[in-house]
């Protein structure tokens, strides 16, 4: 079974901080990761693309990958009360299926002001 | 910019009706998808498309079928709709890659389904 875990939350932290969203999954012939953000009632929207170990950052957002670990994780830095949304963590699995993604349920964040 | 519009944001329907909604990309993408998403249950995929008149089953595509006429249109169908069917239903879309690794994909809208 291929699987997507992330904690659901409810993940609160203060404006300013940087909020950490982490993802576990199964399979570790994975290659593809990705990070989409959905606000409540709205659709799932790209904001992060991962394939290689390390770190990718783009503006207050850097994605990390650790393949041995088969552990993706997403850091927003300076976390402004706009970010409040549900992060999807999506991973492609190799073999079988691997034509499509497999999401994670969310994890939903909250930036107090 | 990538775009993906679906017919209607929201729809009721009663139950038993055939239910249509559409989705049209216009960046030449040959993927497309359609989801659904219930709370607690996440993103199920239902049907997807990896070129015209092609169609692959998903995790769960009892109750629903699909159209793929052309390329940058994905019709997802609910023969006779049910209660259970009421959901968020969301069309995504996808370049074909070959042998690469990026699988980026996008959504639409969304269309919230009410069956009563």
Redesign the interface.
Known sequence: QKEVEQNSGPLSVPEGAIASLNCTYSDRGSQSFFWYRQYSGKSPELIMSIYSNGDKEDGRFTAQLNKASQYVSLLIRDSQPSDSATYLCAVRFSGAGSYQLTFGKGTKLSVIP | DVKVTQSSRYLVKRTGEKVFLECVQDMDHE?M?WYRQDP????R?IY?S?DVKMK?K?DIPEGYSVSREKKERFSLILESASTNQTSMY?CASRERTSGG??????????TRLTVT
């Open positions: 993927n998808f607690g249950l996440g993103l995929l997807f990896y692959e998903g969301l690794l990026s699988y980026e994909q996008y959504f639409g809208p969304g």
